[in-house]
């Protein structure tokens, strides 16, 4: 039976891809494909090649084509070899055939990230000095759609469209693995604002934060409402508008944009790998995260990721002391009799919203629960043989 175990045990194997390794097709991959209402380029990828965030080196775009790289349900992909090298390409839906309503085929699935990819918002340091809210229509403790709330902070303007944001979290540099610091409990950023800590908005489960002097990167605010403002002044007073939810005294005002984020974007290898990154907050109310789950990571544009950065997520290897070769007690307390085991797979993330010093990625296939502090390093293919 332990030889067994062993060889099951052995079978497991993690093989490291690059941008320069070749593109491993997989054995049953289709010739064609026709794409389906609900597919995403995750899955569509994961059809045709063993590392899915390979993608743009097998993709054959069609420049002759407008907005070449989105598709649509019902266009066929093939596969065809170009100089020995599989390439896939898509054959459109004829234009009288395509609908405007129709969707492109997403990265992910947008379930799964709509209230991280339309509320949540990462500021940077010195930019949470914001316009603030000040008081409610006839001294509400909330206000929600319809009602008028009065403002400070800034030059308003009749006209002057905002969105009323919500102090969440505030995210630092996690210390190295194994170290000890306050975790699992709401931030002082919102306390600073006078809000109440279980009712702030917030949409994380759990998170990491550290107050022990790390770099902080960013402040966290959710959108709560939407506005516009009907007379200036000071304070100026603002009608929040009908898919408002509850404002609070506190809570803060940054400029509406039409479109704060981007979906055009694609699976694909880190450009370049950050050091010590790691997970700082997840959604699950278990304190795991799996499948369809969003987690925050702790680096951002200015180390290089992009929306449709992959990665391996690790679970940190445990340090034990050898026993077996060190049976006395005394002697198993010193460092060098000490070994850290191997960091775990755990699955792979996909990046969905970057903000400079934070992102958000979505957990998109795994072995077992990642946790918080789990490490990301380079896209790795786990192979069972």
């Known amino acids: 039976m332990f030889k067994k175990f062993l060889t099951v045990f052995a079978a497991f194997a993690l093989t490291v891809c690059s941008l320069a390794a070749a593109v491993d097709l997989r054995e049953d991959h289709p010739d064609t494909y026709t794409v389906q209402k609900g597919d995403t380029l995750w899955d569509i990828a994961a059809r045709f090649l063993h590392e899915p965030w390979l993608w743009p080196e097998i993709w054959q775009a069609n420049p002759q084509i407008e907005n070449p790289h989105l598709i649509y349900p019902g266009d066929v992909i093939s596969l065809a070899y170009l100089s020995g090298r599989p390439t896939l390409s898509v054959t459109k839906r004829s234009p009288e055939v395509r609908r405007e309503a129709l969707d492109p085929v997403p990265a992910v699935n947008l379930a799964d990230i709509q209230a991280h990819l339309r509320k949540m918002h990462v500021l940077n340091e010195g930019e949470q000095d914001l316009p603030y809210v000040i008081g409610l229509e006839e001294s509400r403790l909330r206000s929600t759609a319809g009602q008028l709330v009065y403002v400070r902070g800034a030059d308003f303007a009749p006209g002057d469209e905002f969105v009323i944001v919500r102090p969440t979290v505030r995210y630092a540099v996690l210390p190295q693995p194994n170290t000890h610091f306050p975790r699992l409990r709401r931030d002082p ?29 960013g402040y966290e605010v959710v959108e709560r409402a939407g506005g516009v403002i009907t007379r200036g002044g000071d304070p100026a007073t603002m009608l929040l508008d009908a898919e408002s939810e509850d404002v609070r005294v506190g809570d803060l005002l940054m400029p509406k944009q039409a479109r704060p984020f981007d979906l055009s974007f694609q699976p694909h290898a880190p450009r370049q790998i950050p050091d010590h990154l790691r997970i700082l907050a997840l959604t699950d109310r278990i304190k795991y995260g799996g499948p369809h789950d969003v987690i925050a990571l702790s680096a951002g544009a200015r180390d290089g990721i992009d929306n449709g950065t992959v990665f391996t997520i690790y679970r940190p290897g445990d340090t034990v002391v050898d026993k077996v070769k060190h049976k006395q007690a005394l002697s198993q307390k010193l460092p060098s009799h000490k070994v850290n085991l191997p960091d775990e797979y755990v699955g792979h993330v996909m990046v969905f919203r970057t903000f400079d010093k934070v992102s958000y990625g979505l957990i998109v296939e795994g072995v077992r629960p990642a946790r918080l502090e789990d490490k990301l390093k380079a896209p790795v293919r786990l192979n069972v043989f």
């Open 189 to 217: 950023w919102s306390a600073e604002r006078g809000l109440e800590p279980e009712t702030s908005g917030i949409e994380w489960a759990y998170f990491a934060a550290s107050d022990n002097g790390f770099e902080v990167l």
